[in-house]
């Protein structure tokens, strides 16, 4: 991904903040993909939690950095940020937000 695509990705949680007129280091933002979801909130500087609902695997993945010139010989893998919290079911955000439950990384 390239710079200025990381620049639009960012810009939605950017936006989110401005809306909400919260900080992006006091949001948590809750989805269930670690590409989108997690590390376009890491990305952006907010907490993340990643619903797992299919209990997989949580393994350091890669992003393909293509800003290299996008020939597959150029092209690098850089390893997508863990979520703060890892969770089965939208439940759990009430332990996590109410300070019961410790940070998962």
Known sequence: QSDSD???RSAIF???SEAL???RESILY???SRFADVAG???AGML????NRKAAVNRPLAAVDSSAGG???QRRERPLPQPDYEIDSLDRLVDIVSGRRPAQR
Do not use: Q
């Open 71 to 73: 020939a597959a010989e």
């Open 30 to 32: 809750v989805g269930d």
């Open 6 to 8: 990381s620049e639009r």
């Open 41 to 43: 909130a890491k990305n």
């Open 21 to 23: 007129g919260v900080p």
């Open 48 to 51: 993340a939690a990643w619903v």
């Open 14 to 16: 950017t936006t989110l």
